[in-house]
């Protein structure tokens, strides 16, 4: 078709996000011809993304690349890219562990590795942060199990259980699980004010405030923030982009990269209304957690940004351990409450040491659609 050209694509959803899974070798080695291509398939820049996969939402309009492994000990390399919706660019300076969830899948269906029934352990390379993430994808007669009775609070039905485990998370992108060397820093904001944060990075780089010092509960949900007439979220993104400096993520508050770091607001364990009107008990629940996905407040998680944000709430001192749990400390499980309602993660982490030998995570993942896109020509 004069103009266009064709990729296989295979579109998943991972957890609480969906993309295209694309297979490295059938993209342009050249990185501005690749991202030319993704950003035709997607439809973007455009708000609406009428012209391409993209959903019109930071959730769905995530691409994750596989390929061959180019490191021993791994099977495969993925690395995630967001897909700008109003800007024409890939920003790949994070991970997402909700897409992380299909690449096993992808990795059995298009031949990368060899099925074991009953479960197929995946090592998979994700060139974002250089962290090995185990993906154990339950199979049988040589395919994933795609159906189970295992619910994630985002995702409607039940489906067959994926345990992710990342290992030795610390560190992901700025090297230190303290990149300031601190449990707690002090900011001065845009406004003069001057506030309590924690920064982390574990799985992803994670700046946590308290929902109380910037006079909210935590319980708020996402159309509350994003309407709220103190302009809450630019002030969390005030709160990012100056721990982004802070982290050596960037040298300015404007060049900071619109994913990472998280900012993470964080609250005592509370009963709340999650957004499909259920009940969220606060006896269910370790802590109340809200972050931003891009420019608007994350409907539910991001798994990366979970670990991070239990990993903080583990490290005594920091504003995160001031509010979770007391049964959290000790057997090291956190469940989140969030927007779209729980999430639970298991960190292996020493407080003395200040070392995390992995965090696990269960999520679902399920292919949607298996094919051939049109693209631009690039």
């Known amino acids: 078709?004069?103009?266009?050209?064709?990729?296989?694509?295979?579109?998943?959803?991972?957890?609480?996000?969906?993309?295209?899974?694309?297979?490295?070798?059938d993209l342009p080695a050249d990185p501005h011809k690749r991202d030319e291509m993704i950003l035709s398939l997607y439809g973007s820049p455009d708000a609406r993304q009428i012209d391409g996969v993209g959903g019109a939402d930071p959730l769905t309009s995530k691409v994750a690349l596989v390929g061959p492994s180019s490191v021993e000990g791994a099977d495969v390399d993925y690395t995630f890219g967001y897909v700008g919706i109003k800007d024409a660019v890939v920003d790949y300076e994070g991970n997402c562990g909700n897409i992380?969830?299909?690449?096993?899948?992808?990795?059995?269906?298009?031949?990368?590795?060899?099925?074991?029934?009953?479960?197929?352990v995946v090592r998979i390379n994700n060139t974002n942060t250089n962290k090995i993430?185990?993906?154990?994808?339950?199979?049988?007669?040589?395919?994933?199990?795609?159906?189970?009775?295992?619910?994630?609070?985002g995702v409607h039905g039940t489906a067959s259980k994926i345990m992710l485990y990342f290992q030795s998370p610390a560190g992901s992108k700025t090297g230190k699980l303290l990149p300031t060397d601190n449990v707690r820093d002090v900011i001065t904001l845009v406004s003069g004010k001057t506030i309590e944060v924690s920064l982390v990075d574990a799985a992803t780089p994670g700046v946590f405030v308290k929902a109380s010092d910037?006079?909210?509960?935590?319980?708020?949900?996402?159309a509350e923030i994003e309407a709220d007439p103190n302009h809450l979220l630019d002030?969390?993104?005030?709160?990012?982009?100056?721990?982004?400096?802070?982290?050596?993520?960037?040298?300015?508050?404007?060049?900071?990269?619109?994913?990472?770091?998280?900012?993470?607001?964080?609250a005592p364990a509370i009963t709340y209304t999650a957004i499909d009107g259920r009940t969220i008990?606060?006896?269910?629940?370790?802590?109340?957690?809200?972050?931003?996905?891009?420019?608007?407040?994350?409907?539910?998680?991001?798994?990366?940004?979970?670990?991070?944000?239990?990993?903080a709430a583990l490290i005594p001192g920091t504003v995160a351990n001031d509010v979770v749990s007391a049964a959290s400390k000790e057997n090291h499980?956190?469940?989140?409450?969030?927007?779209?309602?729980?999430?639970?993660?298991?960190?292996d982490i020493?407080?003395?040491?200040?070392?995390?030998?992995?965090?696990?995570?269960?999520?679902?993942?399920?292919?949607?659609?298996?094919?051939?896109?049109?693209v631009k020509e690039v």
Do not use: W
């Not at 020493?350 to 049109?374: E, N, S």
């Open 333 to 347: 499980t956190v469940t989140l409450g969030h927007p779209g309602g729980t999430f639970t993660f298991n960190i």
């Open 100 to 120: 992380s969830s299909g690449v096993g899948i992808f990795a059995i269906l298009r031949g990368l590795i060899e099925p074991v029934e009953p479960m197929t």
């Open 214 to 222: 910037l006079g909210y509960t935590g319980t708020e949900l996402p």
């Open 235 to 266: 002030v969390l993104e005030d709160i990012r982009t100056t721990a982004a400096v802070m982290m050596g993520l960037a040298k300015t508050k404007e060049s900071a990269s619109p994913a990472v770091p998280k900012v993470c607001m964080v």
């Open 133 to 153: 993430i185990e993906a154990h994808i339950p199979v049988q007669d040589g395919m994933p199990v795609l159906t189970g009775d295992f619910a994630i609070d």
């Open 1 to 25: 078709m004069k103009g266009y050209t064709t990729i296989p694509v295979l579109y998943m959803r991972g957890g609480t996000s969906k993309g295209a899974y694309l297979y490295t070798p």
């Open 281 to 311: 008990d606060g006896n269910s629940i370790d802590i109340v957690a809200r972050t931003k996905a891009l420019a608007v407040i994350h409907k539910a998680y991001a798994v990366t940004g979970g670990i991070s944000t239990a990993t």
């Open 350 to 374: 020493d407080t003395d040491a200040l070392t995390v030998a992995k965090a696990g995570v269960a999520r679902t993942a399920r292919p949607i659609m298996d094919g051939i896109a049109y």
